[in-house]
Structure formats: C-alpha cells, structure tokens
C-alpha cells in the first residue's frame, strides 16, 4: 500500500513510519522543520521511504504534495495526520497577543492544515474507490486541559473531523478512525518527563504504572493501516494505559 504520513521526522509520526515500512508499505513522510532526522531516517530504512518538507500551515502548498505522491506511486491508500504542534497557552500567565497567537498558530497546523491535506487526498480517493484516514487526535480532546486548550480544542475538532468523513464517505470505500494517545514518551514530552517529580505525577495517573513508547502507538496504527482493521470507520481508539477512560 501507498502511506502518506505527515509529520515523520520524530516521536510518534518517526516510529509509524518504521512500522508502516517493516510491514512492507511504501511511505511518503512529511517534516517541517527537523530535515536532518528526516533525511537520517529515510536513509536507515531506504527503500519503499521517502521524506518530503511540508508546512502544514502553508496551505498553499499542499496540492503540490499530494501531486508528488500521486506522480510517484499512483495512488494513497492510506492518509496518516500525525503532524501537529503544541505549546503551552494558559488562561491567566499570558498576554492577549500571546493568547490569539497560540490559537492562530495551533489551529493552522493542528486542524485547517489537517483538513485542507484530507480533503485534497480525498479527492484521489474517491478516484479509486478505497482509502483510509488516520488522524492521530489526544487525550487532551476529551477530558479538558489546564495550560493548553488550544491544543484540545483542535483535536477535538479534529475528532469531529474524523466522524463526518466516516459518514460522508464511507460510500465511497473510504472509512476513517482516531488514535487518540496519552503522555507518551517523545520529544515533545520530554520537558515534562525529564523532571522527576513531574514524571512521577503523570506515571502515577496512569493505573498501569508508565509512560507509553511511540512503537505502542505505531504498531496500533500500523494494525490500523493493514487489512486487518478495514471494518473499523468513526472510532477513536485511546491509547493512554487507562489514564482518561470514557
């Protein structure tokens, strides 16, 4: 199968490219701004790789990346939306500006990117008359966060998101879920973690006692991915080791 997969080059998005790849699936992934990693990581793996810059906030150029998909492989088969960013964005510590320019910035990457990617993607296809949509949501879409609401927000539409195209085209051999993880160890947790104090906090939030790997995570959406989750349309699937249960 051909994967696109946006935000490739760490974390989460670097182990699904691994596991995508390992179960023999040729994989387009996308990076921002991490070029080395990328470029690190699509020689350790060579062939059936390829890594691609993409700003998911450049709207713009987006057509051009799905074209250069479609040139190399012929079609997508699968659409994973990894690529996010997150930062802290407090209701009180911040000023105004700083506040507007949080949401702003969040909501670009996190959802309007997103969508403007899936919708483009999905226009290939219905073309074909199959396809999957991975968006790769949070736990913070749920439950309501204390520091980042931007962040739970644009997951949460991004649920939403996952839904309607569930329901809008399924009818077109098209299906769509959300994976929704917890604190996991990447790089984008590691300030947390690295303090122990704080990382005894989160581990102990979680009943079966740690942190989950980016590989947990990369395997559920390599299953996902393969044949083997074909039935599965609209469901988020929460992978957080029971820390958030609903």
């Known amino acids: 199968m051909i994967v696109l997969l946006t935000g490739g080059s760490r974390g989460i998005g670097a182990s699904a490219v691994r596991a995508l790849h390992r179960d023999g699936n040729h994989v387009v992934f996308t990076y921002a701004s991490k070029r080395d990693e990328a470029q690190a990581l699509e020689r350790e793996l060579g062939e059936r790789v390829r890594a691609m810059h993409c700003d998911l906030a450049d709207h713009a150029s987006l057509p051009a990346l799905v074209d250069a998909v479609i040139s190399m492989h012929g079609r997508i088969d699968v659409l994973v939306n ?6 802290e964005n407090p209701f009180f510590e911040n000023d105004y500006d700083a506040w507007r320019r949080g949401w702003e910035r969040t909501f670009a990457v996190n959802l309007f990117g997103t969508a403007d990617l899936t919708y483009l993607v999905l226009q290939q296809m219905r073309k074909q008359a199959s396809g999957k949509i991975i968006n790769l949501t949070s736990r913070a879409a749920h439950r309501g966060e204390l520091s980042f609401a931007d962040y739970g ?5 991004l649920v939403n998101l996952t839904k309607s195209i569930a329901r809008s085209c399924g009818r077109f051999g098209i299906s769509a879920i959300s994976i929704a993880p917890g604190f996991i160890e990447t790089d984008m947790a590691a300030p947390d973690l690295e303090i122990p104090k704080r990382r005894a906090e989160l581990e102990a939030e979680v009943p079966l006692g740690y942190i ?3 590989e947990e995570v990369a395997d559920i959406i390599a299953f996902f991915a393969s044949p083997a989750g074909n039935y599965v349309n609209g469901a988020t699937i929460d992978v957080n080791g029971g820390s958030y249960v609903r």
């Open 82 to 87: 990894n690529g996010a960013i997150f930062s």
């Open 212 to 214: 989950g790997s980016a």
């Open 153 to 157: 927000a644009s997951k949460a539409a």
